[in-house]
T-cell receptor
Framework: GDSVTQMEGPVTLSEEAFLTINCTYTATGYPSLFWYVQYPGEGLQLLLKATKADDKGSNKGFEATYRKETTSFHLEKGSVQVSDSAVYFCALNNFGNEKLTFGTGTRLTIIP | DADVTQTPRNRITKTGKRIMLECSQTKGHDRMYWYRQDPGLGLQLIYYSFDVKDINKGEISDGYSVSRQAQAKFSLSLESAIPNQTALYFC??????????????FGPGTRLTVL
């Protein structure tokens, strides 16, 4: 079945550091890939998505590129801020399987 | 106004009690989902519904039931709550259109504690 593996946390970085959160997936066919973010006390919000190979999703300074050859969708940001502290979830949706498959989440803390 | 709302936001109850969590949406989506979040386990799908007459079990449906009262409302019931059902519960919606890629929109969550 489909699965998503995320970099285990927690991750702690200083403000303005470079961020990478790794995500790899296992799926048949051509899934769509997502990054969701959960701020403290809130529900999940879509951060970015990519629907086909080599697509780059971007939002709020975050980027992720759909790499089919390495089955990866790593999340990156060049300069993180304290307000980026949250839990980040990688997820996939495989066409014909109408459910999202989530990774376990990575807690990110940014210190001033 | 929030597009996906959940009530209550917090609930403490005792073992054996019946509990209902409610979800409403104003997005006009036909699909609705209930998830459970436990620390370190990500989100697990409990039940999902593709329209009012279509209810499906997810990964962890035992001990739970659902009702889709209308397109906009999807409730989750715990018939006899037990402590290991203590968790954060999320409702989500999505549109069935192909161009949506099943992007899901989440409610704020209900924190349930079973003593």
């Amino acid at each position: 079945g489909d699965s998503v593996t995320q970099m285990e946390g927690p991750v702690t970085l200083s403000e303005e550091a470079f961020l990478t959160i790794n995500c790899t997936y296992t799926a048949t066919g051509y899934p769509s890939l997502f990054w969701y973010v959960q701020y403290p006390g809130e529900g999940l919000q879509l951060l970015l998505k990519a629907t086909k190979a080599d697509d780059k999703g971007s939002n709020k300074g975050f980027e992720a590129t759909y790499r089919k050859e390495t089955t990866s969708f790593h999340l990156e940001k060049g300069s993180v801020q304290v307000s980026d502290s949250a839990v980040y979830f990688c997820a996939l949706n495989n066409f014909g399987n109408e459910k999202l498959t989530f990774g376990t989440g990575t807690r990110l803390t940014i210190i001033p | 106004d929030a597009d996906v709302t959940q009530t209550p936001r917090n609930r403490i109850t005792k073992t054996g009690k019946r509990i209902m969590l409610e979800c409403s949406q104003t997005k006009g989506h036909d699909r609705m989902y209930w998830y459970r979040q436990d620390p370190g386990l990500g989100l697990q799908l409990i039940y999902y519904s593709f329209d009012v007459k279509d209810i499906n079990k997810g990964e962890i449906s035992d001990g739970y039931s659902v009702s889709r009262q209308a397109q906009a409302k999807f409730s989750l019931s715990l018939e006899s709550a037990i402590p290991n059902q203590t968790a954060l519960y999320f409702c989500a919606t999505s549109d069935s259109g192909v161009s949506s890629y099943n992007e899901q929109f989440f409610g704020p969550g209900t924190r349930l504690t079973v003593l």
